[in-house]
């Protein structure tokens, strides 16, 4: 079946422009999580979202970075007035979850959107 | 200092080897511990998750969790080319993180011919 669909896969862009990142999870996957992979650093949670309830945005960086999740399927990643910090791969996950902790159903990830930001 | 260590590497063993790959924690609220495997330009894999202190073991991989110590592995018996890619540990606290998995930030193995 198909996995998590991430696009574009690589994206460059100049310093100040806004970006849009896109997800596609696996259907009926309730559960979708956006994570930042930069060189060095590991992957860096961003926000997730789970069924009809509020997102946790906790580990969005700044308010450049918004993210919606529409009829509870596609999410949109947005990153405003880029900063070449905002370099890095960011990568979608999903998992078919209705409660309880992602251990029980793990995470697919998406093979991510490598942003580069000049 | 981070919540999960791990060693970047990279490592290079010989096809055959056996591989140890480790990550410490900081915090004993971190209780679900997983190992992803992930290839160059794709996304992590889920490899093997273990909620107990003890050995886990599926196939050619072993995961071990010492919770007293804070110390989790990833052991690779007979390691193959194939076996080359980054490992990234990642876990999981039961209260107050949410659904969330915190990674360490992977050792990248090479398994040569």
């Known amino acids: 079946g198909a996995g998590v669909s991430q696009s574009p896969s690589n994206k460059v862009t100049e310093k100040g422009k806004d970006v849009e990142l896109r997800c596609d999870p696996i259907?009926?996957?309730?559960?979708l999580y956006w994570y930042r992979q930069s060189l060095g650093q590991g992957l860096e949670f961003l926000i997730y979202?789970?069924?009809?309830?509020?997102?946790?945005k906790s580990g969005l960086p700044s308010d450049r970075f918004s993210a919606e999740r529409t009829g509870g399927s596609v999410s949109t990643l947005t990153i405003q007035r880029t900063q070449q910090e905002d370099s890095a791969v960011y990568l979608c996950?999903?998992?078919?979850?209705?409660?309880?902790?992602?251990?029980?159903?793990?995470?697919?990830f998406g093979n991510g959107t490598r942003l580069t930001v000049t | 200092q981070k919540e999960v260590e791990q060693d970047p590497g990279p490592l290079s063993v010989p096809e055959g080897a056996i591989v140890s790959l480790n990550c410490t924690y900081s915090?004993?609220?971190?209780?679900?511990f997983m190992w992803y495997r992930q290839y160059s330009r794709k996304g992590p894999e889920l490899l093997m998750y273990?909620?107990?202190?003890g050995n886990k073991e599926d196939g050619r991989f072993t995961a071990q969790v010492d919770k007293s110590s804070k110390y989790i592995s990833l052991f690779i018996r007979d390691s193959q080319p194939s076996d080359s890619a980054t490992y990234l540990c990642?876990?999981?606290?039961?209260?107050?993180?949410?659904?969330?998995?915190?990674f360490g930030t992977g050792t990248q193995l090479k398994v040569e011919l």
């Open positions: 259907s009926g996957h309730t559960a």
């Open positions: 915090n004993s609220a971190f209780q679900y």
């Open positions: 273990t909620y107990s202190s």
């Open positions: 996950a999903s998992r078919r979850g209705t409660g309880g902790a992602s251990y029980n159903s793990p995470l697919h």
């Open positions: 990642a876990m999981i606290r039961l209260t107050g993180g949410g659904n969330k998995l915190t």
């Open positions: 979202f789970q069924g009809n309830s509020a997102p946790d």
